[in-house]
T-cell receptor, first 113, second 112 residues
Framework: GESVGLHLPTLSVQEGDNSIINCAYS??????FIWYKQESGKGPQFIID?????DKRQGQRVTVLLNKTVKHLSLQIAATQPGDSAVYFC????????????FGKGTLLTVNP | KAGVTQTPRYLIKTRGQQVTLSCSPI?????VSWYQQTPGQGLQFLFE???????NKGNFPGRFSGRQFSNSRSEMNVSTLELGDSALYLC???????????FGSGTRLTVV
């Protein structure tokens, strides 16, 4: 069946460094991907999304890269700050009559001051 | 603009009881989805509603049900609660035609 998984369960970085969080997906029909950030006690918060007709999309301090050949996407956070500490999830959707998001298991990002 | 509102925030129930959780979507959002989040299984899709119709359902037993009202507010119900139903239940809403979902803060259900 379809699944979305993460390579690294935890990531620890120094404040000011760049962070890279990776995600692998297996459903070749997926054409829309989202990165969410979840802080303790809160629901997932939308960070950035990308459609399969794009390879890269940039937001404020974040960049998402999509490699459809190897079914891999990544989230890059520039100049990581303590406020970026959270669990990050990738999610995918295959469109059509599929209205659900399939989530990866999450990566815990810890930013050390 | 108010976000997705879920009530209650916390709930403790006894095995065998039933529970109803409520979700008010962002104004203008007509699609409402529910997810269960546990440490072991992560975020799993329960069901999605649009205009009072369930369009998708996840792989959960029939004890899990939901509905959506004409004002787009949604409720989910879990009957005959089991210990394994302890989880954070998240509601998300989106505009019609959008696949970008905004999540609420969730209802933390503990079954004892």
């Amino acid at each position: 069946g379809e699944s979305v998984g993460l390579h690294l369960p935890t990531l620890s970085v120094q404040e000011g460094d760049n962070s890279i969080i990776n995600c692998a997906y297996s459903n070749s029909a997926s054409d829309y991907f989202i990165w969410y950030k979840q802080e303790s006690g809160k629901g997932p918060q939308f960070i950035i999304d990308i459609r399969s007709n794009m390879d890269k999309r940039q937001g404020q301090r974040v960049t998402v890269l999509l490699n459809k050949t190897v079914k891999h996407l990544s989230l890059q956070i520039a100049a990581t700050q303590p406020g970026d500490s959270a669990v990050y999830f990738c999610a995918e959707n295959s469109g059509g009559s599929n209205y659900k998001l399939t989530f990866g298991k999450g990566t815990l990002l810890t930013v050390n001051p | 603009k108010a976000g997705v509102t879920q009530t209650p925030r916390y709930l403790i129930k006894t095995r065998g009881q039933q529970v109803t959780l409520s979700c008010s979507p962002i104004s203008g959002h007509r699609s409402v989805s529910w997810y269960q989040q546990t440490p072991g299984q992560g975020l799993q899709f329960l069901f999605e509603y649009f205009s009072e119709t369930q369009r998708n359902k996840g792989n959960f037993p029939g004890r899990f049900s939901g509905r959506q009202f004409s004002n787009s507010r949604s409720e989910m119900n879990v009957s005959t609660l089991e210990l394994g139903d302890s989880a954070l239940y998240l509601c998300a809403s989106s505009l019609a035609g959008s696949r970008s979902y905004t999540f609420g803060s969730g209802t933390r259900l503990t079954v004892v």
